[in-house]
């Protein structure tokens, strides 16, 4: 008889996406002696680690075939080489494959192939009877079948409530989700991420680019690309300033291997770079981190932007890139308030912090103490911005006694009043002629004080 010759195998040489758990089988063109079929003359080789994977070996001699199972799932995307080994590889002629007749092998049989990231799932008694490996405690699964687990989100970009984000986000105009195994390339689809883009202030007038309100506009989306683990989902521009974004990460999305996507929706939001920038997030933690800790970056950003918007509004005056020191502390006492006046953020302070002792009432939780400091920063809070806003306000005046006086925001500047201190009408000017009491109506005057407010 002729030395050993290969028929057929399964995986045959070269083939590529391997599963990761397949037994792997050699067919034979004759009977070979079932002696010979030993770890010496079948043997596994990982080529990237140069080093032998543990198999189990069984020789079918009804059908010629050597039959290979690996004791342990075969790395992703990994070369194996399969040999059936002849004199010209084993250390002595004892030690090489020979059939049934007792002809050796000569040349080493090489079957070259490339795993891929799939495992095959089989009910036949040979996996069943496969030697168990134990996982964890209890469980226990086939050696060579690769748990598959559960298809998860393992971070996103821009994070969870991110805030003052690059309005090109990566660079490329796209967001992102990675997952922690690698996703279906051929089933990625549409509806795997809903993304919603909008006005923090919700309105369109107050999104802004290049430093020019209502300048931005919210681009098209280009639609989803899935590259290994992560979706990326890409816009046609760049995004506005002041916008926020809310993602969705729909059920259904589907991994490599078959796992699909929990049964509920992922949600994570972010805001993009704010302008004007006045103040910052930090900024707010440092001065009240107890009530910040409560609250979400991205919130905190947006109410930054409001105040900003609100101080220009109600004092006629343009924040630029490069805001004043007063600017800068009316936006951060005017927020420090908003927060502290949140009915939320007040029934968290305050839940839990008294307890019963006998007939007493007593505080006796640590939020109390938290709950008393903040309320005085709250009220400190208050009384600076007063005075800022009274500065604020002398100087407009002052700025548009010597300048021309026009309507600003559709909004009277002064509250005139008549000698007796009825109310008259508006004026757009603060110009009184020296007049004589008598002559009323030319004769007016202004209430200057806190009864008589600049907004």
Not at 91 to 112: C, K, P, Q, R
Not at 153 to 167: C, F, G, I, R
Not at 265 to 271: A, E, K, M, V
Not at 403 to 414: A, I
Request: proline share 4%; hydrophobic share 40%.
């Amino acid at each position: 008889m002729a030395e050993p010759s290969l028929s057929t195998s399964t995986p045959s040489d070269g083939s590529t996406d391997v599963f990761l758990n397949k037994v792997l089988d050699a067919t034979f063109a004759a009977a070979l002696k079932e002696s010979s079929v030993t770890s010496n003359s079948v043997t596994l080789l990982n080529v990237a680690t140069n080093s032998l994977v543990d198999i189990d070996i069984q020789y079918v001699s009804s059908t010629s075939t050597i039959r290979v199972t690996p004791l342990s799932v075969l790395a992703e995307n990994s070369v194996y080489r399969l040999r059936f080994i002849g004199t010209d590889s084993a250390i002595s002629t004892s030690y090489a494959l020979a059939d049934s007749g007792g002809d050796i092998l000569t040349s080493t049989i090489t079957v070259t192939f490339t795993t891929g990231t799939k495992v095959f799932i089989d009910d036949t008694s040979i996996d069943k009877n496969a030697t168990d490996l134990s996982l964890e405690g209890d469980l226990n699964l086939p050696v060579h079948v690769k748990a598959l687990g559960e298809l998860a989100v393992k971070t996103t970009y821009p994070l969870n409530h991110a805030y003052d984000v690059a309005t090109g986000l990566n660079g490329a105009n796209q967001l992102s989700v990675t997952f922690n195994k690698p996703l279906s390339g051929d089933l990625c689809d549409s509806s795997w991420l809903t993304v919603d883009v909008y006005s923090m202030l919700d309105s369109d007038q107050y999104l802004a680019s290049d430093g020019v309100f209502g300048a931005g506009s919210i681009p098209t989306m280009t639609g989803l690309i899935c590259s290994g683990a992560t979706i990326y989902a890409g816009f046609n521009a760049v995004l506005p300033n002041n916008a926020g974004v809310e993602v969705t990460v729909g059920t259904g999305i589907v991994a490599s291997d078959g796992s699909e996507y929990g049964t509920n929706d992922y949600l994570f939001s972010f805001t993009t770079d704010r302008y004007p920038k006045v103040s910052g997030v930090h900024v707010i933690e440092r001065e009240i981190k107890a009530a910040t800790e409560q609250l979400n970056r991205d919130y905190v950003a947006a109410l930054l932007l409001a105040n900003t918007v609100y101080f220009q509004e109600k004092f006629a005056m343009t924040i630029g890139t490069d805001p004043s020191w007063l600017q800068l502390r009316w936006v951060m006492l005017r927020t420090i308030v908003d927060i502290l006046d949140d009915k939320e953020l007040e029934k968290a302070l305050v839940d839990g912090t008294r307890r019963q002792l006998g007939d007493l009432n007593v505080s006796i939780d640590p939020k109390q103490s938290e709950a008393a400091r903040l309320a005085l920063k709250h009220a400190r809070a208050l009384k600076e911005l007063d005075k800022l806003e009274r500065t604020q306000g002398g100087r407009r005046l002052l700025a548009m006694r010597y300048s021309d006086t026009k309507m600003l925001n559709s909004y009277p500047d002064r509250v005139w009043h008549g000698v007796a201190g009825k109310l008259l009408n508006t004026r757009w000017s603060n110009y009184q002629p020296n007049m004589p009491v008598s002559n009323i109506s030319v004769n007016r005057q202004t209430k200057v004080g806190p009864e008589n407010p600049w907004y």
